[in-house]
């Protein structure tokens, strides 16, 4: 078996702009679910709501570092740190997000494992899959109902 390396640089995930009403529409939800978090006398529950949309306004508009990334038939790298062995994997998903960037979707063997995605230049999808195709195999990407919440709230 040919040994092979495919190196590229990725923000770690991708980022949706947001508008000012996006925060506001957020907000607003918010309110409502504390005020009914009120009315019920279930004050707990409202300040996990206030700790949540918190959390939420923060994470939403925070940018994605860019992080360094290696493919070889062993395994794939990240940050010269992290490293998932090939084998620990199922199969892979793409999914051509047209913005110049497609999103490889690796599935875990292990089935109460997320998946791990990362971002891959779409210009270079050809390389990858000449190369990936030896060590892994490729299924079309179907998106799950996380997925399609992610992209409705543009998260």
């Known amino acids: 078996m040919a040994s092979f390396q495919i ?11 947001k508008t000012v009403s996006w925060y ?13 978090s009120v009315w019920e ?18 994470w939403g508009n925070r940018e994605p570092r860019t992080l360094r990334f290696a493919l070889t038939e062993n395994d794939i790298e ?23 960037w497609a999103e490889l979707v690796f599935t875990f063997r292990a089935k109460l494992k997320i998946p791990f995605k990362i971002l891959f230049p779409e210009d270079r999808l050809t390389e990858l899959r000449n190369h990936l195709k030896t060590v892994l195999k490729e299924v079309p990407y179907e ?11 543009r998260f």
């Open 24 to 36: 506001w529409l957020s907000i607003i939800i918010a309110a409502i679910v504390i005020a009914f």
């Open 41 to 58: 006398k279930n004050f707990l529950f409202g300040l996990f709501v206030v700790v949540a949309e918190m959390l939420f306004i923060v």
């Open 143 to 153: 998106p799950t109902l996380i997925d399609s919440i992610e992209k409705l709230l």
């Open 7 to 17: 190196l590229w640089e990725a923000p770690e995930y991708e980022y949706l702009e």
């Open 78 to 100: 990240v940050e010269k740190g992290k490293a998932y062995p090939l084998k620990d994997f199922e199969n892979v998903g793409i999914d051509p997000l047209g913005n110049g």
